[in-house]
């Protein structure tokens, strides 16, 4: 079975500071991976997704994230955070074509991104 | 409108109250879901349909009911809930669950409280 891990529930950084939001992911083929942003009382927007390819993926509002496929890693990135980056943001893993679980993402339990002036 | 669309956006009912929740998409996409979102949970997929067919019923109790009369509307009939079934219930939509890139794209969200 498919998980997702994002070892940290609650992260804090200073505006302008650069960010790493951890995932892990455990899956037993090529996994499809994403990375959805939730602000308060509102839907999962989603940032970036990788599927093949590049390793480097680029997001929209200046984020990256890398597949690490040794590290079983997904982790997102941003080189300098703005308040309105705060926050939560979701990871999650979707099954490869071929498979029998079409459209049953799972997401990490998800990390709180607080942003200090 | 345009995106994915959820309303009412907050709906408190009693347990023997009957309500539904409406979920409705402008991306011209095939498939739909609802999720639920607990505190402190992680996202939980309830259910999937792909071209008004469900494909998907994650363990659901009965007392949540889906309904889709096409790919661009999707219903969550309630009745007879209990209080740890108040979160915030997702929709989201797709192009085609069998599509080779296919992403889920998610409406606000309707916030339930039961009491």
């Not at chain 1, 997904?74 to 980056?85: A, G, Q, Y």
């Not at chain 1, 979701?90 to 071929?98: E, K, R, S």
């Not at chain 2, 949970?41 to 009911?65: A, C, D, G």
């Amino acid at each position: 079975a498919q998980s997702v891990t994002q070892p940290d529930i609650h992260i804090t950084v200073s505006e302008g500071a650069s960010l790493e939001l951890r995932c892990n992911y455990s899956y037993g083929a090529t996994p499809y991976l994403f990375w959805y942003v939730q602000s308060p009382g509102q839907g999962l927007q989603l940032l970036l997704k990788y599927f093949s390819g590049d390793t480097l993926v680029q997001g929209i509002k200046g984020f990256e994230a890398e597949f690490k496929r040794s590290q079983s890693s997904f982790n997102l990135r941003k080189p300098s955070v703005h308040w309105s980056d705060a926050a939560e943001y979701f990871c999650a893993v979707g099954p490869n074509p071929g498979g029998t679980s079409y459209g049953k993402l799972t997401f990490g339990q998800g990390t709180i991104l607080t942003v200090h002036p | 409108e345009t995106g994915v669309t959820q309303t009412p956006r907050h709906l408190v009912m009693g347990m023997t109250n009957k309500k539904s929740l409406k979920c409705e998409q402008h991306l011209g996409h095939n498939a739909m879901y609802w999720y639920k979102q607990s505190a402190k949970k992680p996202l939980e997929l309830m259910f999937v349909y792909n071209f008004k067919e469900q494909t998907e019923n994650n363990s659901v109790p009965s007392r949540f009911s889906p309904e889709c009369p096409n790919s661009s509307h999707l219903f969550l009939h309630l009745h007879t809930l209990q209080p740890e079934d108040s979160a915030l219930y997702l929709c989201a939509s797709s192009q085609d669950t069998s599509a080779h890139t296919d992403t889920q794209y998610f409406g606000p969200g309707t916030r339930l409280t039961v009491l």
